[in-house]
C-alpha cells in the first residue's frame, strides 16, 4: 500500500504486532520509547516508527 494511512498504525494494531497490552503500548508511547503522533483525538504510530523500536530492542537484548 502507498497511501499515507497504510503507514499510520493504530494502538490496537500495535498491540497486536507486538503481543502487548493496551496499557503497556501507551506506557511506551508515554515515555517516549515509541514515537507516535497525535491526528486529532486519534493516536497513530508510524510504521517506521514500531520497526525502529523493534529494532532498539532486539540490539539492547543482545547487548
Given at each position: 500500500?502507498?497511501?499515507?494511512?497504510?503507514?499510520?498504525?493504530?494502538?490496537?494494531?500495535?498491540?497486536?504486532r507486538?503481543k502487548?497490552?493496551?496499557?503497556?503500548?501507551y506506557?511506551?508511547?508515554?515515555?517516549r520509547?515509541?514515537?507516535?503522533?497525535?491526528?486529532?483525538?486519534?493516536?497513530?504510530?508510524?510504521?517506521?516508527a514500531?520497526?525502529?523500536?523493534?529494532a532498539?530492542?532486539?540490539e539492547?537484548?543482545?547487548?
Amino acid at each position: 500500500m502507498t497511501t499515507a494511512t497504510a503507514e499510520l498504525l493504530t494502538v490496537p494494531e500495535v498491540m497486536a504486532r507486538l503481543k502487548l497490552g493496551r496499557s503497556t503500548v501507551y506506557d511506551l508511547i508515554r515515555s517516549r520509547r515509541l514515537v507516535s503522533i497525535t491526528i486529532g483525538r486519534a493516536r497513530r504510530i508510524p510504521a517506521d516508527a514500531l520497526r525502529d523500536f523493534i529494532a532498539r530492542e532486539t540490539e539492547e537484548a543482545a547487548a
